[in-house]
């Protein structure tokens, strides 16, 4: 079964929009507080569908709920490459684009919900079925550097995608294929990585199951804790982490000037220059470090210990971003970003474990939904609020770099949490 977590991972983040998602909005004549909108309009549809999902998929089947997951991100990733195309080709209006661009959010948001915590919850079962709770960290560590070597994968695949049709957009059609790929892969999983599923569970059922989570997860000072934590790390995560695009982009620009003096290439062909190899090495390293997450673990000794320790370093990290993005360094502003990226990969395996730790098996799938619909609301919040800032920034001629926002916010999260974190 390694084998087959370790492949949904690989073609899951074969996410070839996802290197690009800024640049294929700003391509459509998005402003950042507009793109900042439909991340949090995103986030809020997965706040809606997230917790009932979690409860479908412990009562109902998860398996069942993987395969409808995919099936809405293919048909998000269709909306998206048709309607932005149409966009690009002077055929829609941004008052008619807009709602389009809402309705393929409004996908995503269901394929978000359907997956997020589903499949943890199974390699967590799985694990229990194996007699290996002991290797949660290790083995989730390790599916995970899965995905990450996948990322790495799809981005050289993405760059060539770009760099061949000079369109950001056309990579939501290619993410269309790896993800009926997944389906397939889901077909083979064994019927007990379910769970104890009810045969023709009623609403009354679902409804008590949710209850019950909820309760527990806000009366549990440990899983409130937890789920805080998430809202923090991974909601300030998630809403700034496609700025290293624009970021990698302008640093390219000079760069094609120097190394490809008289050839004819367009913007977005230059972009791929710094995007693909940035990335490439980014996923890798993020590999490397979610595999080896259970090792730092073991030196500190203690979980929570270890989670101190990275918001400590995210603070130093995003306190360094914010002189960087002022005054435009490209390079510190770049490594700045990969150092975040390998910092989230080594504290998602640690948080997931301890929220593995602290939760009731049964209701695995629900737990974790509530985990990532927290994480969704701070992102819902923090978006179109990085956004209008990094506008402002813009129009106001504020700093070498508009992008200084993020470094001020990100260090004053961390320091919070640094702060009241428990030293074991």
């Known amino acids: 079964m390694l084998k087959r977590f370790s492949l949904y991972g690989f073609l899951k983040n074969q ?93 995503f948001a269901i394929g978000d919900a359907f997956r997020t915590g589903t499949h943890k919850a199974m390699i967590f079962t799985w694990l229990r079925i194996q007699g290996r709770t002991n290797e949660r960290t290790r083995i989730y560590g390790y599916t995970r550097s899965w995905s990450k070597t996948g990322s790495a994968v799809s981005v050289i695949l993405a760059c060539f995608f770009v760099f061949l049709t000079s369109n950001f957009i056309y990579v939501f059609f290619f993410a269309i294929i790896p993800y009926i790929l997944n389906i397939i892969n889901f077909l083979g999983y064994p019927k007990e990585v379910d769970g104890d599923i009810g045969e023709g569970t009623s609403i009354r059922e679902m409804v008590t199951h949710l209850k019950e989570t909820l309760l527990v997860s806000v009366k549990q000072a440990i899983l409130r804790r937890l789920i805080l934590e998430s809202m923090g790390f991974e909601g300030f995560f998630k809403a700034s982490k496609d700025y290293l695009q624009p970021i990698l982009m302008a640093a390219s620009l000079p760069l094609t000037v120097f190394l490809f003096s008289g050839i004819q290439l367009t913007d977005e062909q230059k972009s791929v220059v710094l995007i693909g190899p940035v990335f490439f090495v980014l996923f890798i390293l993020s590999a490397v470090a979610s595999r080896n997450a259970y090792r730092l673990v073991d030196k500190t000794g203690q979980e929570d210990r270890t989670a101190r320790l ?115």
Request: glycine share 8%; aromatic share 14%; net charge neutral.
């Open 15 to 107: 996410q070839y929009y996802d290197y690009f998602l800024l640049l294929a909005f700003r391509q459509m004549g998005l402003s950042y507080f507009l793109i900042g909108l439909l991340i949090a309009f995103r986030e809020i549809m997965i706040n809606l569908i997230e917790i009932p999902t979690g409860a479908i998929a412990d009562l109902w089947g998860r398996r069942r709920s993987m395969i409808l997951s995919f099936a809405a991100y293919i048909v998000s990733f269709a909306i998206f490459g048709l309607s932005g195309t149409a966009a690009l080709d002077g055929k829609l209006a941004q008052h008619t684009l807009m709602p389009l661009l809402f309705l393929a959010m409004v996908f």
């Open 310 to 424: 990275l918001w400590g370093v995210s603070f130093v990290v995003l306190l360094v971003l914010f002189p960087a993005m002022y005054y435009e360094v490209h390079w510190i502003m770049i490594a700045g970003f990969v150092g975040l990226y390998v910092i989230q990969n080594i504290w998602r395996p640690v948080l997931i474990s301890r929220f593995d730790a602290h939760s009731d098996e049964a209701k695995g799938a629900t737990v974790l939904s509530i985990e990532s619909q927290a994480k969704s609301s701070a992102t819902m919040i923090i978006a179109p609020v990085l956004g209008l800032a990094i506008d402002l920034a813009r129009d106001h001629g504020v700093g070498a770099s508009e992008f200084w926002p993020m470094g001020v916010l990100g260090a004053v999260i961390a320091i919070g949490f640094f702060l009241t974190a428990r030293k074991g």
